[in-house]
């Protein structure tokens, strides 16, 4: 079975530049997470999607960050313009919609801002 | 609410000995219990998970994991760490919509 895939592994932008993230789920998973991951902390949700449905985007800088899940697959994630502050580890993840169930994580895209 | 507390940002163990990685939880809900591994540059991979079911958990690479609900507590052990198991550990409580919450992680270092 193949995992989540996400691209692209590693990008460098400047600052005020934009730059999007491409994240395929597990086939069959109706639930996405999109992840950042500062250096030294755990990961934080920015935005989980049920099919192609907004269920959590109460983390997500709504004023440079925004995603999308057309046709309840495939998501991008875009952050528009970049601050320094955005170099994270960006990570997508699925699940089966059941409670409790796993979530499947992709590699992560590096970024850094400078 | 739902957060975990990881106690230990870094452990040291040499190879061979025992693996203690401690976890403290708070859920309003009935929660469900996971613990993550982190390689570098890799993905998060499932060691293990509790889901209200036995309370002794067992997982991959001879990892398991102990439930105890009167110490909100979800700490992880192996018998004898080897130098494969140097990464990031992270224990996870989920919420009713399965929304994960993580800890900050504990760095394992593994000694010859």
């Known amino acids: 079975e193949a995992g989540v895939a996400q691209s692209p592994r590693y990008k460098i932008i400047e600052k005020r530049q934009s730059v999007a993230f491409w994240c395929n789920p597990i086939?069959?998973?109706?639930?996405l997470y999109w992840y950042q991951q500062i250096l030294g902390q755990g990961p934080k949700l920015l935005i989980q999607?049920?099919?192609?449905?907004?269920?959590?985007d109460s983390q997500l800088p709504k004023d440079r960050f925004s995603a999308e899940r057309l046709k309840g697959v495939d998501s991008t994630l875009k952050i528009q313009p970049a601050k320094l502050e955005d170099s994270a580890v960006y990570l997508c993840?699925?699940?089966?919609?059941?409670?409790?169930?796993?979530?499947?994580f992709g590699a992560g895209t590096r970024l850094s801002v400078l | 609410a739902q957060s975990v507390t990881q106690l230990d940002s870094h452990v040291s163990v040499s190879e061979g000995t025992p693996v203690l990685l401690r976890c403290n939880y708070s859920?309003?809900?009935?929660?469900?219990l996971f613990w993550y591994v982190q390689h570098p540059n890799k993905g998060l991979q499932l060691l293990l998970k509790?889901?209200?079911?036995?309370?002794l958990v067992k997982g991959i690479n001879g990892f398991e994991a102990e439930f105890k609900k009167s110490e909100t507590s979800f700490h992880l052990t192996k018998p004898s760490a080897h130098m494969s198991d140097a990464a990031e550990y992270f224990c996870?409580?989920?919420?009713?919509?399965?929304?994960?919450?993580f800890g900050s992680g504990t760095k394992l270092n593994v000694k010859p």
């Open positions: 859920s309003s809900y009935s929660p469900s």
């Open positions: 996870v409580v989920s919420d009713e919509f399965n929304k994960f919450y």
């Open positions: 999607f049920q099919n192609n449905g907004v269920v959590d």
């Open positions: 993840a699925s699940s089966l919609e059941i409670v409790g169930n796993i979530q499947y």
């Open positions: 086939s069959g998973h109706a639930t």
């Open positions: 509790y889901t209200s079911a036995a309370t």
